[in-house]
């Protein structure tokens, strides 16, 4: 009797290691395809590259967010902390889905063309300690919430 109380317990412990096992890495792959989404958003919202500076920005040839260009991500977590795009001839307006970078710290498009305002949504960035954007063409004053 003593045997099969043993087993039921560890089948239990199995399962439930299996359990939260799934549910981690569900939940860590979701913020990935997040963060991936908010960075093709941003793309989106390019209307020229004449330098091409995004042209590995894409998930097609299965490479991970981490590894495009001007993108740097925390080593151990893969969450991206980083966006340095300074002087690539970038035209268009800055994608309000960057907001979804939750550990982005630096966001630097300096000496570009962007136009339009600055997004609110980057005060949802909680731990961007750094937002360069001098000589671009945006408009409006810095949102509160930054």
């Given at each position: 009797?003593?045997?099969?109380?043993?087993?039921?317990?560890?089948?239990?412990?199995?399962?439930?290691?299996?359990?939260?096992?799934?549910?981690?890495?569900?939940?860590?792959?979701s913020?990935?395809?997040?963060?991936?989404?908010?960075?093709?958003?941003?793309?989106?919202?390019?209307?020229?590259?004449?330098?091409?500076?995004?042209?590995?920005?894409?998930?097609?040839?299965?490479?991970?967010?981490?590894?495009?260009?001007?993108?740097?991500?925390?080593?151990?977590?893969?969450?991206?902390?980083?966006?340095?795009?300074?002087?690539?001839?970038?035209?268009?307006q800055?994608?309000?889905?960057?907001?979804?970078?939750?550990?982005?710290?630096?966001?630097?498009?300096?000496?570009?063309?962007?136009?339009?305002?600055?997004?609110?949504?980057?005060?949802?960035?909680?731990q961007?300690?750094?937002?360069?954007?001098?000589?671009?063409?945006?408009?409006?004053?810095?949102?509160?919430?930054?």
């Amino acid at each position: 009797m003593e045997s099969k109380r043993v087993s039921f317990s560890l089948i239990i412990v199995l399962f439930c290691s299996f359990f939260f096992t799934v549910v981690l890495s569900t939940a860590e792959r979701s913020l990935e395809e997040v963060e991936t989404e908010a960075l093709k958003a941003f793309k989106n919202g390019i209307t020229s590259d004449t330098l091409g500076a995004l042209a590995d920005w894409n998930d097609t040839n299965q490479i991970h967010h981490c590894n495009w260009s001007g993108i740097t991500c925390n080593s151990s977590s893969k969450h991206v902390t980083a966006i340095k795009l300074v002087d690539k001839q970038l035209q268009g307006q800055i994608s309000p889905f960057l907001g979804n970078l939750s550990a982005l710290q630096v966001l630097d498009l300096s000496l570009n063309s962007f136009s339009g305002s600055i997004p609110a949504q980057l005060g949802q960035c909680s731990q961007l300690a750094e937002l360069t954007l001098y000589y671009n063409s945006l408009s409006g004053s810095i949102p509160p919430e930054i």
